[in-house]
């Protein structure tokens, strides 16, 4: 976020990309609160209502994609615009996701830079089969989400402010992301754990920083990004795993506290704007495993997105409110993609079930083996120049040209 481009006083909505030239020299904007020193708050709020303290929380920041909101019951609203809840939050409401704050009248950001989770993950893991394989993403993510699924992995992180928690964190900035990132010998830096829209403001600022120092940016999504903030993110985002909970709206309403149809336009301007995506279901029993639904998924990305979209279905394992339920049957999984490959997907992947586990890549035309893999590592590359041997058809996909396997 760059001062300069988005100054703090300005009301109008922040959607123009920041610069993406990285100064060493920057140093950390003055607090808001001192922009207000005796001065009366706007009308209908109270002194409490205006801005953080200062340096003593440097992940309170103001946020983008925040926009005033007309409410004469309550001056002084404003509308984040981050994600599809298009959150109204009337002054010191905290929104959906538990990390952005009507803070005087302006939009907060409260977890800026606060990070819970940081690590060099193989990109296999996240997971990404196509991009950059046998790479390392340096992964991170804040705590807070704008869902609330009841089968949260990582529940602690993300469910923390419903929950009561306050996980551990520490203070980092993007320039100490990156520098992270780069010691560790990573690629990419994935922006994950939770859903990085609600911590746009780091992730962006990170993001820029990143491309400067040669690395890619990768987003772990739900999907539920607005129009405006995938042309904030668009520019420097190399590529995203949309999560495509359910083809259903009521499971999206049920289970996770959203839409469904937000996430379809997500995915589809995504990939409308070139950002390589693979796509992720965790099938559930009981919730989301019917066949007929899993067929008409697979049917809507062959569609919406293209044949060789890589589908991940991965094995639910009994988590945080639906630790009682069974984990996913291996012949569920099998069925599903088998269902998936019959209406013309070409890559379906089956993850978390090692008794039928399918990491393999395979040529979408001739059917060669192209990629072998095992505990999310590359350990066979049968490329040449990212083309299959035999047929020489292109797989798609990003940075497939050079052999990751030490031979
Ligand atoms: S990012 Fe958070 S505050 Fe903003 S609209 Fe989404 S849930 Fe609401």
Known sequence: MDDKTHPRHSRE?????????FDPDATTPEPVRARFPGQEPPVGLRVGDLGPGGESEPNIRQALLGEPFDD????????????????VLRPSRIGICGVRQN??????????????AAKAEPIEKKPFYHFMPGSYAYSIGTQGCNFHCAFCQ?????????E????????????????????????????????????????LDSMARAGAAGLHNVFVTNGYETPEAIELIAPHLAAANVDLKAASDEFYRRVCGARWEPVREAVVEMHKRGIWLELTTLVIPGLNDDPGDLRAMAEWIATAIGPETPWHLTRFQPAYRLADLQSTPATTLVNAAAAAREVGLRHVYIGNAPEVEMAETSCARCGERLIGRSDFAVTEWRLVDGRCPRCKHSLAGVGLEDSPVVV
């Open 13 to 21: 909505t922040f959607t123009k990309a920041p610069s993406v030239v």
């Open 72 to 87: 004469p019951v309550a001056p002084g609203s404003v509308r984040c615009v981050a994600c599809a809840h298009r959150c």
């Open 103 to 116: 803070r005087g009248g302006w939009l907060y950001t409260l977890a800026y830079g606060q990070i819970v």
């Open 154 to 162: 990582n529940w602690e992180m993300s469910q923390a402010h419903r």
């Open 164 to 203: 009561g928690l306050v996980p551990e964190s520490r203070n980092v900035t993007p320039e100490e992301v990156v520098e992270e990132a780069v010691a560790a010998g990573a690629r990419s830096i994935a922006y994950t754990y939770v859903e990085p829209t609600v911590f746009i403001d780091f992730a």
